[in-house]
């Protein structure tokens, strides 16, 4: 979940943050029926605008990356902080936190 996938700024859709990646290797190495054909190797990667979860339209992305660019350092587009306008409920605790400190990119929480 989250992290900063390898994917470059052009193909980034804006104004969004990555919030999903799923290896296509593991998915394949499970030998499960899926519904839908899928490759074998390389990332799926899921965007969504997370202004949305300040009650404006849902908008979401999907992105394909394949194996041979995994390996690439991708530089990401300038983002707004992962919450939108909400952006200091990110941690109360820190008390005054001002827009430049508000993280831009969800930590990376690897799931098995």
């Excluded at 605008?49 to 300038?78: I, M, R």
């Excluded at 902080?81 to 990110?90: F, I, R, T």
């Amino acid at each position: 979940m989250g992290g900063r996938p390898p994917v470059d700024k052009a193909t980034w859709p804006r104004w969004m943050h990555c919030i999903a990646q799923l290896d296509l290797s593991e998915i394949a190495a499970q030998n499960v029926a899926v519904r839908y054909s899928l490759p074998d190797t390389g990332l799926l990667v899921f965007f969504a605008d997370t202004d949305s979860f300040s009650g404006s339209d849902h908008q979401g992305a999907v992105c394909y990356v394949p194996n041979e660019e995994l390996d690439k350092e991708h530089e990401p587009p300038v983002l707004r902080p992962v919450y939108g306008e909400d952006w200091n409920c990110y941690d109360i605790t820190a008390g005054s936190v001002s827009r430049s400190d508000a993280p831009t990119i969800f930590p990376r929480w690897p799931i098995k």
